[in-house]
Structures are given as structure tokens and as C-alpha cells.
């Protein structure tokens, strides 16, 4: 007799993940901002340019989710702000930067 039957069963579970599409671009937006901090701590970057080269980068993912592949037909009102306050933010870390 097994004493650790659970231990079997845990064991033949299948552990198959799959990321949604959204799933990805949601790590590929943490990714770029993460590696734009990263690059501004551990280079001659100061840590603004990294995050502001960083949301750059994340930027493009924006885009490409809500308006090249958009979850629904045609993007709402509520997205469009959303893209919108995102677009403003790497405004403001642009003119921050650069002034």
C-alpha cells in the first residue's frame, strides 16, 4: 500500500497551460517595461530613458491589441480612452524626459 497515494495522483496530472493571445501581450508589455527599468538600472541609461524606451516598446503591443486585433469587432468608447491615457503617459515621459 502507498503511503503517499495523493503524491501518485498529483503526478499524473496533465500540466498542459497555454497562454491566450491577450495572455501574451500582457506579458510582452510587462516584459518591455521590465526591461526598460532594467536596462536603466544596470546601464549608462539613466532609469527614466530605460522605462521611456520601455513603453515605447510596450506601446507597440497596445496598439496591436486593441486596434489591429481588437477582443471585440470594433473598439469602445472605453478602449479608446484607455489607448488614449496610454498615449498621453509616454507623452508625459517624452516631454518629462527631453525638457
Partial sequence: MNAFPSAVRIAD???DFSLAYY???LTAIAASLG???LAGTITDLRLRVGLLVGALVAT??????VFRNPPRPTPSRPVKAAA???HAFVGVLLVSEFL
Fill in 13 to 15: 496530472v496533465n500540466m
Fill in 23 to 25: 495572455d501574451k501581450v
Fill in 35 to 37: 526591461g526598460g527599468a
Fill in 60 to 65: 507597440t503591443f497596445v496598439y496591436h491589441a
Fill in 84 to 86: 488614449v491615457v496610454w
